[in-house]
Every structure is written in structure tokens, then in C-alpha cells.
T-cell receptor, first 115, second 112 residues
């Protein structure tokens, strides 16, 4: 089992460009999340989804968009990239909150630099 | 609102010393989960432990131990006889609903 797969692992964008960070999980988890980690900081929630067709904003959603058309995929779209979006992005998935063995599985991250 | 505070930004110890990483949390819920994650220099997040709010038993796993005290809203992590491989950033996290809320992390450096 691959778990949570994020692509690409690294990317350099120019200011104003757009891109989509891909996230796929094969554990049939209903819940998926996007976090960003700035240097020396903890992880901050961008968006999350509790199921296909349902998304909700987290702490830092500005400049990002998400969609959840399938259980497996939760892509994160950056429109008009800005230097402030330089960060490491982590995707995660989980079973519904409160279920036995509830926990979060994280992808390996995407390191994005906007220049 | 939920919040996690890791007051220690950086800790440096000499190998074989014991070290405790502090975690204080805030929540209004009676049902919640607490986690610890390790982030080594390679950058991935490694799950260490999950504890639900109804289980205050302390836990030991090899050189790692966790002390959960609801009375002080703390979930501290102790590494006994630290090793260079323990050098990493350690995150405490709280979940009272689906998203996980992280503390800012404690960077631990173990010097040989």
C-alpha cells in the first residue's frame, strides 16, 4: 500500500504562475487535509474535506482552492503564485473522527519555492 | 478554540542525557485526541503516539515515554538516554474535531 502520495516533490514557480499539487490516498479514508509548513513553524491547515464533494476552509485558505471529486484524490490549486506561498505542503488523510484506530497518515510533502 | 503550546523552541543535550519535551493544550471539549510526531531532517512526519482524552495512562515505548495529565492539560514527552538519531523537530498536536492542530514544534539537537 502506498498510503498518501504527493506529487511533485519539488517545484519552483515564478510569481503569478499557477499549479496544482496532487494528493492521492489508497486507504479509502473519507477525510483528507492540506497543511503548509513554513520554515521553523508548525503545520497550518489550508483546507480539509470530510468526503467527496465536501470541502471546508482551514486557518490559511487565501490563495488556494481545492476540490474533492473522488474519495482518493484531493488536489490543491495555487492561483497566481506569490513568494508568501513558498513553503512545504503536506497532504494527509484519516478515518472519520472517533473511529477505532483513528489517526492521520501524511504524505512525504511537496517543497514549493516561488521566485 | 483548540490550541497547542510547545514553549521550548530549541533544546540541545549531550548524548545519553534524558530530555523532556513539554506540550500544553487548550480545549473546551471533553473528547479529544493528542498526538506526537517526529520530523527528522529528511522532512517527513513520523507518527509516535496517539492518546484519547479518556486514557490518562502513561505510556512507555523503549526509550520514549509520555506523561498525560488532564489536570494540567499537558502531554509531555521524555526521551531517556538520548541518541544522535533522536535529533529532529517534535510536534505535539490536538484533535477535538477532524483537523489536527499542531504546536510550533521543539527542535531537539543531540550532540555526540
Amino acid at each position: 500500500n502506498a498510503g498518501v502520495t504527493q506529487t511533485p516533490k519539488f517545484r519552483i514557480l515564478k510569481i503569478g504562475q499557477s499549479m496544482t499539487l496532487q494528493c492521492t490516498q489508497d486507504m479509502n479514508h473519507n477525510y483528507m487535509y492540506w497543511y503548509r509548513q513554513d520554515p521553523g513553524m508548525g503545520l497550518k491547515l489550508i483546507y480539509y474535506s470530510v468526503g467527496a464533494g465536501i470541502t471546508d476552509k482551514g486557518e490559511v485558505p487565501n490563495g488556494y482552492n481545492v476540490s474533492r471529486s473522488t474519495t482518493e484524490d484531493f488536489p490543491l490549486r495555487l492561483e497566481l503564485a506569490a513568494p508568501s506561498q513558498t513553503s512545504v505542503y503536506f497532504c494527509a488523510s484519516s478515518k472519520p473522527w472517533g473511529e477505532m484506530s483513528f489517526g492521520y497518515t501524511f504524505g512525504s510533502g511537496t517543497r514549493l519555492t516561488v521566485v | 478554540a483548540q490550541k497547542v503550546t510547545q514553549a521550548q523552541t530549541e533544546i540541545s543535550v549531550v548524548e545519553k542525557e534524558d530530555v523532556t519535551l513539554d506540550c500544553v493544550y487548550e480545549t473546551r471539549d471533553t473528547t479529544y485526541y493528542l498526538f506526537w510526531y517526529k520530523q527528522p531532517p529528511s522532512g517527513e512526519l513520523v507518527f509516535l503516539i496517539r492518546r484519547n482524552s479518556f486514557d490518562e495512562q502513561n505510556e512507555i515505548s523503549g526509550r520514549y515515554s509520555w506523561n498525560f495529565q488532564k489536570s494540567t492539560s499537558s502531554f509531555n514527552f521524555t526521551i531517556t538516554a538520548s541518541q544522535v538519531v533522536d535529533s529532529a523537530v517534535y510536534f505535539c498536536a490536538l484533535s477535538e474535531s477532524p483537523p489536527l492542530v499542531f504546536g510550533k514544534g521543539t527542535r531537539l539537537s543531540v550532540i555526540a
